[in-house]
T-cell receptor
């Protein structure tokens, strides 16, 4: 299948700082992207999504940026909190196909 | 609750035995996905059901794996003659359509001994 990968497997940030998690994808036909958060022992939880006709989308403390030119996706978390510690996955799909997930980035928030 | 429900939550089986994993999607969701997640790894796509269309089985790793979705709702993933490398967490998700967010269940942890 198409490759969806993450630049950094682990990320450690201090509480209160902003976090940026990056993701690269290879399928230029991808039209929908999602970020998921997965805590230990739980299924992935939806954070935010973005469609290919957008460059930026904001949620509560989170922002997703999409750069279709370089096929890059990022998740920004403002004022990172200990509860944000988890593994974050990006996923992409193109019309008619299932979501394709990357390997994940482990975010560790230190006090 | 109204979320995706998977059963059992844990399953230990002997090598060579068959197992069935069940997924109850959110009511009204037409799309249903199965993924497999090995320890510390990402989600490996297995199979995708969308409405009445033929399922996308391109992710099934071998012919020992099969899945069905009865009545457009409950889905069962069957693994025949289980092998130790089948040990993983099997995750099910559903969505209102292919182009919308998918909601995941808690997964079934399968251990083949």
């Amino acid at each position: 299948g198409e490759n969806v990968g993450l630049h950094l497997p682990t990320l450690s940030v201090q509480e209160g700082d902003n976090s940026i998690i990056n993701c690269a994808y290879s399928n230029s036909a991808s039209d929908y992207f999602i970020w998921y958060k997965q805590e230990s022992g739980k299924g992935p939880q939806f954070i935010i999504d973005i469609r290919s006709n957008m460059d930026k989308r904001q949620g509560q403390r989170v922002t997703v940026l999409l750069n279709k030119t370089v096929k890059h996706l990022s998740l920004q978390i403002a004022a990172t909190q200990p509860g944000d510690s988890a593994v974050y996955f990006c996923a992409e799909r193109h019309s008619g196909y299932a979501l394709n997930f990357g390997k994940g980035t482990s975010l560790l928030v230190t006090p | 609750g109204a979320g995706v429900s998977q059963s059992p939550s844990n399953k230990v089986t002997e090598k060579g035995k068959d197992v069935e994993l069940r997924c109850d999607p959110i009511s009204g969701h037409t799309a249903l996905y199965w993924y497999r997640q090995s320890l510390g790894q990402g989600l490996e796509f297995l199979i995708y059901f969308q409405g009445n269309s033929a399922p996308d089985k391109s992710g099934l790793p071998s012919d020992r794996f099969s899945a069905e979705r009865t009545g457009g709702s409950v889905s069962t993933l069957t693994i025949q003659r289980t092998q130790q490398e089948d040990s993983a967490v099997y995750l099910c998700a559903s969505s209102t359509g292919g182009g919308t967010e998918a909601f995941f269940g808690q997964g079934t942890r399968l251990t083949v001994v």
